[in-house]
């Protein structure tokens, strides 16, 4: 991870100090060396709401301001930045409150008159540490989500569903309710890799995805657990008699026709279906009764569905 020049000058700056000379004196500075991004307010009270809209890289804060003074001031931001790196320069004609504003939440410290060498590296300093946290913070979450989503898709995978489904379950057991889980693998999948090559089975899992996603409620998880085999978990379902109606839209919308580079292409869909608490009472149980009904369906001419335990629907 590495942070240019170019990356610090773009970095949003707020100015916070009541006397206008002070706020022109620290704008003309910044504006001299490169910095671009920098907004200014005389008016302590505003600095909690400007924070949260714009979330700025580096707060300069005076500490001394009539009505609300720079130590208030980061006590409201820390409700804002609760998990995060709070980017505060202090700035005070009073050195004495040097370890207090450090107590509070400053990162670093500027005693007026303050020397414009010192102030420029300090905020040079602190803007690539704050830079370099972002960056950080942004890759640890692309990591986490590589983790719990499938790459090709951007579906939950096999992990994330499993902790849905292990919700769902103690959801339907709470209130002695109902949740259902659907296996669906594709109808000649291999055909399609065969003839139109990879990049069209990956154009057509996508297309799958999206066609299930627009299928299925807002609550419903879909899932690629592997290959083309995706998982839908219903929780909720108020009454299970509609597996019916809600299989057969799943299984129409897939094998609706599709075309890659204008060749056209159908494939249909085979599932089985588990309902909680009748075939299973965990995600272990469920996953493997429906599963065995996805084999039966497949076994019965494909573009077919089966609720585990019946041998003819």
């Not at 005389?42 to 005076?62: F, G, K, S």
């Not at 509070?104 to 946290?133: C, W």
């Amino acid at each position: 991870m590495t942070i240019s020049n170019d990356d610090i000058f773009d970095a949003s700056i707020l100015i916070v100090d009541d006397q206008k000379a002070n706020v022109q004196l620290l704008e003309q500075m910044l504006r001299k060396v490169g910095y671009r991004r920098m907004t200014s307010t005389m008016d302590p009270h505003t600095v909690c709401t400007l924070h949260r809209a714009n979330h700025y890289d580096l707060i300069l804060l005076d500490l001394e301001m009539p009505g609300m003074d720079g130590f208030q001031v980061m006590e409201g931001l820390k409700d804002i930045e609760t998990e995060g790196y709070t980017p505060i320069l202090v700035i005070t004609a009073q050195p004495g409150h040097k370890l207090r504003a450090l107590g509070s939440g400053a990162k670093d410290f500027v005693t007026k008159p303050f020397d414009q060498v010192e102030v420029k590296t300090r905020i040079h300093n602190m803007l690539e540490v704050r830079l370099l946290y972002k960056q950080l913070e942004h890759h640890n979450r692309a990591l986490e989500s590589l983790a719990l989503h499938d790459a090709l898709t951007g579906l939950p995978n096999r992990r994330l569903l499993m902790d849905r489904l292990s919700l769902a379950i103690a959801h339907a057991r709470r209130n002695k309710g109902t949740m259902a889980v659907m296996y669906l693998d594709l109808d000649g999948f291999k055909q399609i890799n065969d003839t139109l090559g990879h990049d069209a089975g990956d154009a057509l899992l996508c297309m799958v995805a999206a066609r299930l996603l627009g299928a299925v409620r807002q609550e419903d998880t879909v899932a690629r657990v592997g290959g083309d085999e995706f998982v839908i978990a219903l929780p909720e379902l108020s009454h299970a008699e509609d597996m019916a109606e809600l299989v057969s839209k799943v299984i129409q919308v897939v094998s609706q026709p599709w075309s890659f580079q204008g060749r056209g292409a159908r494939v249909t869909a085979s599932v089985g279906v588990s309902i909680y608490p009748t075939h299973g009472e965990d995600v272990e149980t469920l996953m493997k009764s429906a599963d065995l009904a996805l084999y039966e369906a497949k076994h019965s001419g494909k573009n077919a569905y089966r609720i585990s335990g019946y041998a003819d629907l």
